[in-house]
Every structure is written in structure tokens, then in C-alpha cells.
């Protein structure tokens, strides 16, 4: 009982070092600023009206009209009902953001480096060494919130795999299961899908250990209670799992129904993302080396480099004020690797590659063996197009792989491994059950691998160009004198950085030397090297995550600043859509004021996408009249935004006089290229095949207009004296949209590739679209009952706990 006393309070203070170093190094957090993430401000702009709806009303709408149209919201922070996974995260993450997920970091891995039974102390460096690396942090500069989310949870998640592998059932099944809960909440299902590759590695292993143990039995029995665990996880999350599935069918990432592209050739890539997408950020072979050391290759794309940068000296010498010479010396573009653009090296620290590459000669057995797999196999899929024969093999044939793009963020399984090996090397040192020969051996090897790579690359540095895929860019827009500065500031960050890695290696080795030779206590062994961890990681982090990265509550609450042009088209209180060229396909500005066929969003509604794809770029006039475009906001050569009123735009709906049969997806969206939308619609025969036996006219007279807007309920009247078809400016979505007509259920169907029709009856009636999906219905009927399950099972394993505890003091006492 003491002991475990003992052991609540180690960890407990622990915890709160780990809230103290968290809250140290995003610091503002505690003046109540906020960071300024290009991705969350990208949200905002989507999120608005699903955001302002809620807090008016209450009521969650699963669907806006803000952004492409028009989309569902189950990627937009939809809250679903019985979401208890939800609850139980926001009681981990307790601290303001981006703090509250660096502390989950730290206390994920911790935990599990303490299930595999690691002392205290290095678990502590371990936890700071993996939660310091230099990727981990940049994705909050970048936005990346549901990363860094999913992978604070992943340590916790293996840590309960590993339990169940070790014997321990009943706690590896019950923290499996809430991980599990918790990654599936986390909402970044590449990150999870990635992790369970590196499991399928540790499956492999521990098979192959139990057929030459003989203990298939064993194995058997941890798979079975780990696909039993990982299943009530999963049905925790059940509505969000389903909604996203129905959506993704819907989106950029489902089977395209179109088999041409906008040039009329045949399709390459029907289903999921194409080879080129997938793979747009692959990284470079010899890029990799960043992982010993930062700036490798540059670093990030562009870099500070002040006044110590020949640039900056070269623009002083001709003349320019210091002032103008320092902000160009402040984004030196200083990258040349293979990626169109980063915002810093992948470096997991010289430290940690040192030892990670110690633990390859001390650590021993399945464990040695899955992750220098986890490692290997992680960095060979980074290399994406540099490793074309694995990464197409990837594509082929493994399933839900080409569902995901940039394929470098796989690195995220080589910087979960890599921290981990590297401390259980750095633990294997500290064992008194290692013979000094062996840890003497080992030290003697790692030392000479990576310092003599150090070497190597400083040798071997005349090999490389320092030339970037963009430099011929900079040396038109910078003058070729200039450009050519900027190469040898390239060569001065490749040389700062590979002599500072060199440094933390030796002091790093000459240290453990030391305490080999008794000449060192262990534990100041163990604090020394976790502040050098520490002092390397953080260094190299805070050159791209700061105090300058963050501003004002208000400023990210209210991201996109009210020009004249927004203020012109919101005094128009009728419904339409804007259409804001310059913003791009891939903004959500224009989604933050108003109703936008634009927006930003990863898995991005496929019909819209080939709508501009094929049309709207070309700024197709037909096209954005029926999608109800009213407003285009255009820059004069000032630069300054005005409205352009569109009085063409055909409005919320209105009746057509002809149904244009055509027989497949790509008759379809060909026909809209010469289509009158305001009196013909064209409809996919294959899909709506019964419309030919409904007669209908449309009248000079016939009116049909929007009453009343919820962005989940749309209300119009018409008057018709004859039955007619209606087209509506609305995005056709059949797993949700319900068409009423006085009250009575009706189908509805799809016209003009993306939009929804309707028939009509003659007379007055109103018409009714309700967004009613079942899905959430469905799913939360799931979620309720795991989640019940899983609170069960946690009760019972405590009561199961408490009672063996009791049964072992009053047999001690006995």
C-alpha cells in the first residue's frame, strides 16, 4: 500500500512538472494570447455559420452553406450526441492551447515508457525528448491542432498494446480501449491509420517470438482481447466515424464518378487521390540526415538569419537602409530540398539520434527488432516519389493508403520510435544486469557510427549543389550576385548546425564514458542529459515556434478584417452566394461573411471540385447563375475589393420548361458547358430513371421563392398553375436531405451534376428541405452503448484492482 502511495505521488508531481514545462515554453498562453495557426484561421472562416447557429439557437445544424456550396459539418467540429470520449479529452487537456497538447505529449509517452517498466527518472527524459521534436511543435505553428491531437494519444494507445502482450490483460485491455476511444476522437485518421502500420509491425514480431517461444496460445488471446478493445474504442466514436465515412464517399477522397478530365482524356485515377497529390511532399533521401541535424538542408523554407547571414552584409554594401536589409535577411530562403515548401526539418535531436542508435546495440530481443522496423519502414514511405517502388506498391495494393496525402508526415512513427529506443538504450546503460563490456562495446560503436557520420558529412559537404527547386526563381526576381549570397548563407547554416550537432554528441558521449567509469553518479548522468535534450530541442524549436507566433484572443476569433466590398454585399439581406476570385479555390475569407462556392478544407466536396475544375476557373458565366452567385468580388490594379452585382444569377430556385436526359457522369458535367440553366436542367437517366413518366409545363406566371433560411431548414413557397420541376441553388447530398412538400416526404432528385430538383404539384404549396441525417442518429445509438461498456469495464477493472490489493495486505498481514 506504501508503495503504491509512493508511486501516485511520483507520478502525480511528475504530472505537474510536465503542466510547468508546457506552460514555460508556450509562455503567452498565460497572458491570455492565443497562437496565430494558418489552418484554425482557414476553420474559422468555415465554421461560422455552423458556430453563429448554435450559439443562437442550440440546435446543432450538421450542415452549412458557408463554404463550396454547400456541405456537411462532420469535419467542421460538429458535436454529436453522447460524445462522453469528448468529455473524458477535455479533462486531459485541461491546459489553455497549444500547451494542453504539448502536456499530452509529455504524459502519453511517459506513460508509456513507465508500462514498460522504465525508472521514473528517464522516463521524464524520454517524455521530453519526444515531445520537444522539432516536428511535433512546428504543426502548431501551422494549425495542425487534430495532428498533434492524434498523436499525443498514440504513446498511450501502444503503451496498451504492450500491456496486453506482456500478460498484463486487464489493465492493456482497458487502457487500449480508452486510447483508442481517445486517438478516434482526436479526428486525424491519417495519424491513427499510420500508427497501425507500425502495429501491424509489432504483431509481426511478437508472432514470430511466440512461434519460436511456443507460446502461440498467448498471442492468440492478446490479439483476440486487442481487436475486442480496439472495437469498443472505435464504437465510442461510432458517429463521428460514420458521418465522416458517409461524407468522404461524398468528397475529393471517394470514387469520382467522372472517368475524363476537364481536357477530355481519360482519367488515370477514378478512386481515392491520384499518384501526384498523394505525393507532392515526399522527402528526400539525403534530406533525412535533418533528423541528426537541423539544417541539413536549409531548414525551413525561409529563415531569419539576421545580421550574421552574407545577404544581409551584401545589401548593406550596396547602399540599402539596415532596416530593409534585415527584413530581407529575416526570409532568406534558405531551403533546398525536394519539397515545395516546409516550415522547419524534421530533427528529433542530435542527442536522441545518438542514442537511439546505442539502443540498436543494447537493447535486445522483439522489442530492438519492431522498432528499428517502425523507424526503417516509416522513412522509407517519407521518401514517397524518391522511393517510387514502395510508395506505388503502397498505393496499389494496400488498402485506404491512397486516401491520404504528404507522405512525409509518416515520420511521425519514426519520431515515436526513434525517443523510445533511443531511452531504452540510454536505460539499458543505467542496468546493472548489463555486463560494462557489453554497454562499453556498444558506447565504442555508436560513438564512432554517428561522429564519424559528422564527419562524413562535413567531408563529403562539396557533393552538394545547395541549389532548391525554386532558385532559378529567386535568381530573376534577386539578381544573380545576390542569389548566389544566398547559396553560401545555405552552406554557413549546413556547417553552424552540423558542428552543433557534433558538440551535443561528444559532451554526450564523453558524459557516459564518464559514468562507465564510475566517475559520474547516475543520477546526475540522467539530469545532464535530459537538460542537453532539452537545451537542443528547444533551440532548434523556438527558430520557428515563438512568442512571435502568438497575438491577441480577438485577433484569431475575428481572423479575416471587414473590407468596404464585404460590408457593400452584407447590407443585402436576401440569400445568394459570392464568388471571390482572387481569394482562390483553397480559402475560406470570403466563407467567414458570406455564402461562398469556395472554402478550405482537406477532403473537399468532389462535385464542386469539378465544377472548377472544368468550368468555373474559365469563369464560366452560366454556372455561376445557377449556383446563385450575386456577388463577385473584383480587385482593381490598386488592389482595392468591390462587388460586382450579378443580375443574371438565377436566384434561390426556380421552374424549368426541359429535362435534359443524359446516360453518365461525364455526358453530365459535358452538357453543362452549353446548357440555358434558367430553362433546362440536365439529369443522369442511370441514376433517376424513373423521371420520364412525369409530364410537366412551366408558366409565365409560376413563382417560387425562399420564405424562411436555417442552413438545415429551407422553407419556399410556389404557385404553379401546372405540375412543374424545380431547381433549387442547393447542394444535392442524399444521405440527409429530406424534400417536403405540405408536410408530405417527396423525392427529390440530383440535376446539373451538383444541384437538387424537385416536382412539383400544380397550386400553392410550400416546400420544405430538412437536413435529417440518420447517420447521426444511428451512430449515437452506437456511441451511448460502448460507451457504457467502456465505463463498466473501467469500474470493474478498478474494483477488481482494489480487491487483490486488499487480498495481498491481509495476506502480508496474516
Known amino acids: 500500500m506504501q508503495n503504491g502511495l509512493k508511486a501516485f505521488f511520483v507520478h502525480f508531481f511528475v504530472a505537474v512538472f510536465f503542466v510547468v514545462v508546457a506552460l514555460s515554453y508556450f509562455h503567452p498562453v498565460l497572458q491570455g494570447k492565443v497562437m496565430e495557426q494558418g489552418d484554425i484561421v482557414q476553420y474559422t472562416g468555415m465554421a461560422k455559420e455552423q458556430n453563429d447557429f448554435r450559439k443562437r439557437t442550440g440546435e446543432e445544424p450538421y450542415w452549412t452553406n458557408s463554404a463550396f456550396g454547400g456541405m456537411p459539418t462532420y469535419q467542421l467540429g460538429a458535436y454529436y450526441p453522447h460524445d462522453y470520449v469528448k468529455k473524458l479529452d477535455s479533462l486531459i ?46 504543426i502548431f505553428g501551422a494549425g495542425h491542432n487534430a495532428k498533434a491531437h492524434a498523436i499525443g494519444y498514440l504513446p498511450i494507445l501502444l503503451a496498451g498494446i504492450l500491456l496486453v502482450f506482456r500478460k498484463r490483460y486487464l489493465w492493456g485491455f482497458v487502457l487500449t480501449a480508452v486510447a483508442m476511444a481517445l486517438e478516434i476522437r482526436a479526428n486525424h485518421y491519417q ?6 502500420l507500425l502495429v501491424l509491425l509489432l504483431g509481426v514480431a511478437h508472432l514470430v517470438d511466440a512461434i ?30 460514420m458521418a465522416t465515412k458517409e461524407y468522404a464517399d461524398w468528397s475529393t477522397r471517394g470514387k469520382s464518378e467522372l472517368t475524363i478530365t476537364p481536357e477530355g482524356t481519360p482519367k488515370e485515377n477514378t478512386g481515392g487521390l491520384d499518384r501526384e497529390y498523394i505525393t507532392q511532399w515526399s522527402y528526400g533521401i539525403a534530406e533525412s540526415l535533418n533528423l541528426f541535424v537541423p539544417r541539413l538542408f536549409g531548414g525551413g523554407s525561409v529563415e531569419n538569419l539576421g545580421e550574421n547571414s552574407k545577404s544581409y552584409d551584401f545589401l548593406i554594401d550596396q547602399g540599402l537602409p539596415r532596416t530593409r536589409a534585415l527584413e530581407f535577411a529575416s526570409q532568406i530562403p534558405t531551403y533546398w530540398g525536394d519539397q515545395p515548401y516546409v516550415s522547419a526539418p524534421a530533427y528529433i535531436g542530435a542527442i536522441v539520434f545518438f542514442l537511439f542508435v546505442l539502443g540498436l546495440f543494447l537493447v535486445k530481443g522483439k522489442r530492438k527488432w519492431w522498432l528499428l522496423g517502425g523507424v526503417v519502414f516509416s522513412l522509407l514511405l517519407s521518401w514517397g516519389k524518391n522511393f517510387g517502388a514502395l510508395t506505388d506498391l503502397m498505393i496499389a495494393y494496400f488498402p485506404l493508403y491512397d486516401k491520404f496525402r504528404a507522405v512525409s508526415s509518416i515520420q511521425v512513427i519514426l519520431e515515436l520510435c526513434a525517443p523510445l529506443l533511443g531511452t531504452l538504450g540510454l536505460a539499458a546503460i543505467f542496468d546493472s544486469k548489463i555486463g560494462d563490456k557489453e554497454k562499453f562495446r556498444a558506447w565504442k560503436i555508436a560513438s564512432i557510427l554517428v561522429l564519424g557520420l559528422g564527419v562524413l558529412l562535413f567531408l563529403l559537404k562539396g557533393m552538394f549543389s545547395f541549389e532548391g527547386l525554386r532558385d532559378r526563381m529567386f535568381a530573376e526576381g534577386y539578381g544573380n550576385e545576390l542569389y548566389s549570397l544566398i547559396v553560401l548563407d545555405r552552406k554557413a547554416v549546413y556547417n553552424a548546425d552540423l558542428f552543433r550537432s557534433m558538440v551535443y554528441v561528444l559532451l554526450t558521449a564523453g558524459l557516459l564514458w564518464f559514468y562507465l567509469k564510475g566517475k559520474l553518479k547516475q543520477t546526475l ?74 472554402g478550405y478544407h482537406a477532403a473537399k466536396p468532389a462535385g464542386m471540385q469539378d465544377l472548377f475544375y472544368f468550368y468555373l476557373f474559365e469563369g464560366n458565366l452560366e454556372l455561376l447563375n445557377m449556383l446563385n452567385v450575386k456577388y463577385v468580388i473584383q480587385k482593381n490594379e490598386q488592389g482595392q475589393s468591390s462587388p460586382a452585382l450579378n443580375t443574371d444569377a438565377n436566384g434561390n430556385a426556380w421552374f424549368i420548361s426541359e429535362l435534359v436526359p443524359v446516360s453518365s457522369a461525364d455526358e453530365e458535367i459535358k452538357a453543362l458547358g452549353s446548357l440555358d440553366t434558367k430553362t433546362k436542367a440536365v439529369v443522369n437517366t442511370k441514376k433517376f430513371d424513373d423521371l420520364n413518366r412525369f409530364s410537366f409545363r412551366v408558366d409565365s406566371t409560376a413563382t417560387i421563392q425562399l420564405t424562411d433560411y436555417k442552413p438545415n431548414h429551407l422553407t419556399y413557397t410556389t404557385n404553379n398553375p401546372n405540375a412543374g420541376v424545380a431547381v433549387f441553388s442547393e447542394m444535392y447530398y442524399a444521405n440527409g436531405w ?29 416546400i420544405a428541405f430538412k437536413f435529417e441525417p440518420k447517420v447521426v442518429e444511428t451512430g449515437s445509438q452506437i456511441t451511448l452503448a460502448s460507451s457504457i461498456l467502456l465505463g463498466l469495464i473501467i469500474i470493474g477493472g478498478l474494483i477488481f484492482t482494489l480487491r487483490t490489493s486488499k487480498r495481498k495486505v491481509e495476506k502480508a498481514d496474516s
Open 93 to 138: 487537456r485541461f491546459l489553455p492551447r497549444p500547451a494542453d497538447y504539448l502536456f499530452l505529449y509529455f504524459i502519453g509517452f511517459y506513460i508509456l515508457l513507465c508500462c514498460l517498466k522504465v525508472d521514473y527518472r528517464l522516463a521524464i527524459v524520454g517524455a521530453l525528448a519526444f515531445g520537444f521534436s522539432t516536428y511535433l511543435i512546428i
Open 525 to 598: 548522468a540522467i539530469v545532464v542529459i535530459g537538460a542537453m535534450i532539452v537545451f537542443d530541442l528547444v533551440g532548434v524549436g523556438l527558430r520557428y515556434v515563438n512568442e512571435d507566433n502568438f497575438v491577441s484572443k480577438r485577433r484569431m476569433l475575428e481572423p479575416f478584417p471587414e473590407t468596404a466590398a464585404n460590408k457593400k454585399i452584407q447590407e443585402d439581406e436576401s440569400i445568394f452566394r459570392v464568388y471571390n476570385p482572387s481569394e482562390g479555390w483553397d480559402a475560406a475569407g470570403t466563407s467567414y461573411f458570406h455564402q461562398s462556392i469556395t
Open 212 to 241: 519460436l517461444k511456443k507460446q502461440l496460445k498467448h498471442f492468440c488471446i492478446s490479439v483476440g482481447l486487442l481487436l475486442v478493445a480496439v472495437s469498443i474504442g472505435i464504437a465510442a466514436n461510432a458517429t463521428g466515424l
Open 738 to 766: 429530406n424534400a417536403y412538400i405540405d408536410g408530405a416526404l417527396k423525392d427529390h432528385f440530383r440535376v446539373n451534376y451538383v444541384l437538387r430538383a424537385l416536382r412539383v404539384p400544380e397550386g400553392e404549396h410550400t
Open 191 to 196: 495519424m491513427t491509420y499510420y500508427f497501425m
